[in-house]
């Protein structure tokens, strides 16, 4: 396969996919799996974003982290298996660069993108243009934009005109990343909380810097008096997405919040003073396959880069760290998709336009790359003169679908407040939980743990059936 060739906008038979990221690669790869002809517009490295330091396709650019793995109690490690039940090429690259995380499923960034890139490159159906596209041409049949958080200015401002709407918008902050040599461990150590072992992992994936109270303290009135990032004018109006929030963000809504947080102490024993239980811990997880740097979970920050060095080296053990990156902040942007959106991701303006990934507000790489599988596959049979039904909302691709095309409820003042959101299981129908067979009641905690099981099985179980009813002309992802 060539990348680069001449493109015919009027292919009859080609599906367009503007953006390569994880929605745009997962769109393409699914569509071609069910034998159509698919172009990846992809404007890198012809034209640079704020956030991409490469040109490959599904480039990590804020965590490295893909969350819980666990399937069997967690609303994203469910999503991550109904992924590979699909033949996620998103989740197969992801599988095979896997580096120590805990309970989550993290890679290496770039083995993963290259990992995609590889494999999209080498489909016989699929062609890569690089190239910005202002505008979807209207003779191509088919298009899904999946331009991601960082939509050129020239298709924000198409979708904009072609919406009536505009856009909603939000920041998205980027962790520091560390190298691990320039870490003191006669102060860290190594430990995953609770000593929880996931995919890749050992039990013993994170580095713990531990914090007593005065240190704690005193980062807490650095944080605070830190020299931020100033916004422009037509940014200063826009909210912050609470799943990301920057940590000096989240130190302003109360000196505990972090504790509670990203630096919460529960579950870890530092062996260097086992009697002493830290007031905080910060946690390091690693970034690449070699071992050789670590992200500061949690600590996504709109902080100068003076600054951040200035505070996150009063963290024990990174008095002398050096960091690969420091931290950053960019401006998302999303769709009020319950107003524009139909239940097939169609623009409702003009059907033959579909979104996916970040843009359709759903937010996290898995959820993205859920909205690219399903994004794809719906054109796909649409081409084929087909109609794909939605999967059930019981299912965790299902329940997000369902969220971003009109589960999303009116705020007190009865006008729509839609933010982006995360697969939980807050999305699913409730679940009726078994009673155990002693008669035993459920309560608090056990009862959670029991509901959560309980959607989770429904959920593949639903996912598995419906998959049944779908059939690809191609082998899955190897």
């Given at each position: 396969?060539?990348?680069?060739?001449?493109?015919?906008p009027a292919d009859a038979q080609a599906l367009h996919v503007v953006g390569g990221g994880l929605a745009g690669s997962e769109a393409a790869w699914q569509a071609a799996q069910a034998g159509v002809r698919v172009v990846i517009h992809e404007m890198r490295p012809t034209r640079g974003t704020a956030a991409h330091q490469t040109d490959g396709l599904a480039e990590l650019v804020c965590s490295n982290s893909f969350r819980s793995d666990d399937a069997t109690g967690n609303a994203v490690g469910v999503l991550h298996e109904e992924l590979?039940?699909?033949?996620?090429?998103?989740?197969?690259?992801?599988?095979?660069?896997?580096?120590?995380?805990?309970?989550?499923?993290?890679?290496?960034r770039d083995g993963f993108s290259d990992a995609v890139t590889a494999t999209l490159e080498a489909h016989p159906l699929i062609t890569i243009d690089r190239g910005e596209i202002a505008a979807p041409d209207p003779a191509w049949p088919s298009t899904i934009i999946a331009t991601g958080p960082l939509t050129s200015d020239a298709l924000s401002a198409w979708i904009a005109e072609t919406t009536g709407e505009g856009e909603l918008a939000f920041f998205d902050a980027i962790a520091p990343i560390i190298y691990k040599e320039t870490v003191d461990f006669e102060i860290a150590w190594f430990q995953s909380r609770y000593d929880k072992a996931g995919p890749g992992g050992s039990g013993a994936d994170y580095i713990n810097l531990p914090m007593t109270k005065a240190e704690y303290d005193a980062f807490i009135d650095a944080l605070l008096a830190g020299d931020t990032t100033e916004f422009k004018d037509w940014e200063a109006d826009t909210p912050y997405f609470d799943g990301c929030l920057p940590i000096e963000v989240m130190a302003e809504r109360g000196r505990e919040t972090l504790r509670h947080g990203p630096m919460k102490p529960v579950g870890l024993t530092n062996p260097h003073q086992p009697d002493v239980k830290p007031h905080a811990v910060v946690q390091l997880r690693q970034d690449n396959a070699l071992g050789t740097l670590y992200n500061m979970v949690g600590?996504?920050?709109?902080?100068?880069?003076?600054?951040?060095?200035?505070?996150?080296?009063?963290?024990?053990?990174?008095?002398?760290a050096e960091f690969a990156r420091l931290g950053g902040l960019h401006r998302n942007t999303f769709l009020n998709s319950p107003i524009l959106l139909d239940h097939q991701l169609r623009l409702k303006k003009r059907p033959s336009v579909r979104f996916a990934g970040q843009i359709t507000g759903v937010e996290g790489y898995v959820e993205s790359a859920a909205m690219g599988l399903?994004?794809?596959?719906?054109?796909?049979?649409?081409?084929?003169?087909?109609?794909?039904?939605?999967?059930?909302?019981?299912?965790?691709?299902?329940?997000?679908?369902?969220?971003?095309?009109g589960g999303h409820l009116p705020d007190a003042s009865g006008k729509r407040s839609f933010q982006p959101m995360n697969v939980n299981f807050g999305l699913f129908p409730p679940v009726e939980v078994v009673k155990p067979a002693d008669g035993h009641r459920l309560r608090g905690k056990e009862k959670a743990r029991a509901r959560k099981a309980a959607m989770a099985a429904r959920a593949l179980s639903d996912w598995s059936e419906w998959l049944a009813g779908q059939t690809l002309t191609r082998d899955a992802a190897e």
């Open positions: 396969m060539a990348t680069n060739q001449p493109v015919e590979r039940r699909a033949g996620s090429v998103v989740m197969s690259a992801a599988d095979r660069n896997q580096v120590p995380a805990g309970g989550a499923l993290a890679v290496d600590f996504q920050t709109k902080l100068k880069y003076g600054a951040q060095k200035d505070i996150f080296r009063t963290i024990p053990g990174l008095a002398e399903m994004a794809g596959r719906f054109a796909a049979a649409e081409l084929s003169g087909r109609t794909l039904a939605s999967p059930p909302t019981t299912t965790a691709i299902g329940a997000l679908i369902g969220h971003i095309s």
